[in-house]
């Protein structure tokens, strides 16, 4: 049985295989560039608890996590998840001789293992945990601090690629994956935009090009605070001087597949969301090395990442929804 475990939408049944593969249609693997989770359990003849019990098992056990490193940023809906060494990279060259690495954290021991050219290729972690998400944290706070140093000391880049956590207690695999984007069909280029809008659309391709979900809500911000600010000033600006009167656009945040904290803000107001919550809670924390509390970001902390990345869905569609209400002003002003 293969369930679609997104932060925002719960657990989501999509089919079941008595084989090695199952093809999971596209539309089923949640937003297009919205993190998500794929959670496999076996099929065993003498399990005698539902589905859902083992899903929802509290109890603390060991979960074995397997991931590879990457010179590049991972692939969206990449869900293989009998990878090994082979699969991973990095520009990371062990000394000859050495076939592995054991790193000791505080946070716990782990192994790096190599791939035939040498390259630290594989993480394996093992951890007592009560379930995936304080499995992943625990992975977190004892792998990235050191990726994060040796990033620093070779001055590369280092992806964490494919991640799989075994629950053997639960005969339960979980896949971390990005939502796949789709294939979207494009005729002639009829479409004319104004001039101003050429920054907000770099923009949006520099978000939809990023790997990071920080990264990625920095430029979703600076395009709300580009169009709810100065942009549409100018606009009624020009309007006025043209004697032209523009129909206001209601700029609703929309409906979509949030988590149950966000759902609230559904109809609401953009611009209340982005001063109430974008800015003071996520973007200043982003701006400065240091919010007003004195809390450090620290990128590499698995509840930050989740933080940013639980906000990334609502945010975006805030973005589409303020682009094509100031599209629709300059057309009126055309």
């Known amino acids: 049985m293969l369930a679609d ?29 919205i993190r998500g989770e794929l959670h496999i359990l076996a099929i065993m003849p003498d399990e005698r608890r539902s589905d859902d019990a083992r899903l929802a098992d509290r109890a603390l056990r060991t979960f074995a996590i397997a991931a590879t490193l990457s010179k590049q940023p991972p692939a969206t809906g990449d869900l293989k998840g009998d990878f090994d060494a082979g699969e991973g990279a990095s520009y990371f060259v062990a000394p000859p001789g050495v076939d592995h690495h054991r790193i000791d954290t505080a946070g716990g021991r782990f192994f790096i293992r190599l791939n035939d050219r040498g390259e630290l290729a594989l993480i394996e972690f093992s951890c007592e945990a009560r379930d995936v998400a304080e499995a992943q944290a625990k992975f977190a706070a004892a792998v990235h601090p050191c990726l994060d140093h040796l990033a620093y000391i070779a ?34 280029f009829a479409h004319q935009f104004a001039p101003e ?46 004697g032209v009167t523009l129909v206001r656009p209601h700029d609703h945040v929309p409906p979509g597949e949030y988590g149950a904290a966000l759902q609230d803000r559904v ?68």
């Open 155 to 188: 001055n590369v880049p280092v992806h964490v690629g494919r991640l799989r956590l075994d629950d053997a207690k639960n005969g339960r695999t979980t896949l971390a994956f990005t939502g796949p984007f789709r294939d979207a069909t494009i005729g002639t």
């Open 267 to 334: 109809g609401k107001s953009v611009k209340q969301f982005f001063d109430d919550v974008l800015e003071p809670e996520y973007r200043n924390a982003m701006a400065h090395f240091a919010a007003d509390d004195g809390t450090v970001l620290h990128l590499s902390d698995y509840s930050q990442q989740l933080r940013y990345a639980d906000i990334m869905l609502i945010t975006e569609q805030c973005v589409r929804t303020v682009i094509a209400n100031h599209e629709a002003l300059l057309t009126q002003l055309a």
């Open 5 to 33: 475990a997104r932060q925002v939408a719960g657990l989501t049944k999509i089919g079941s295989t008595e084989g090695p593969k199952l093809d999971v249609p596209v539309d089923q693997l949640g937003p297009a560039g």
């Open 197 to 242: 809008m050429q920054p907000i659309y770099s923009m949006y391709r520099e978000a939809r090009n990023a790997s990071s979900d920080f990264y990625r809500f920095l430029c979703f911000f600076k395009i709300l605070e580009g169009l709810l600010g100065k942009m549409r000033a100018e606009v009624f600006r020009r309007a006025k001087a043209r």
